[in-house]
């Protein structure tokens, strides 16, 4: 069994010196799983993390930073399609990275929302999943 951290534990960055910080922090703090939080998947350079990440005997797992403009639990064909190549850009970086798990909130924006998801949302994150 291993025992994993959120990276941001160590740091509120989430560029590459962030990651550096959050690689060593879960190593100290004698953990096995780091997860990074792909906040912005689009500019995440996952060539340079995986230098890091080589570094360390850390186990990897990543979440998805899914914003309004991303979130796949509402009608919109253009945002629902946008959250998909967001969940697929995170996938790719987390295999770059030699990563197993991708978790987290990943079908709708990491907010509150004041009513529960219609079901064309529902079927959207279904299938977007």
């Known amino acids: 069994m291993k025992i ?8 509120g960055n989430f560029d590459f010196q962030g990651l ?39 186990s990897l797992s990543a979440s998805p930073g899914i914003t309004a403009d991303k979130d796949m639990s509402i009608t919109n064909p253009a945002v629902v399609s946008a959250g998909r190549e967001t969940l697929f850009c995170c996938l790719n970086h987390l295999a770059e990275m030699g990563g197993s798990d991708l978790w987290g909130v990943l079908y709708s924006a990491m907010k509150k929302y ?8 529902l079927a959207n994150n279904q299938k977007g999943i």
């Open 4 to 11: 994993g951290v959120r990276g941001p534990v160590f740091t």
């Open 20 to 58: 550096i910080l959050m690689a060593s922090g879960a190593q100290g703090a004698g953990v096995g799983l780091l997860e990074i939080p792909l906040m912005d998947p689009e500019g995440f350079d996952a060539s340079e993390a995986r230098k890091v990440l080589d570094d360390s005997e850390l």
């Open 114 to 121: 004041d009513a529960t998801s219609i079901p064309q949302g």
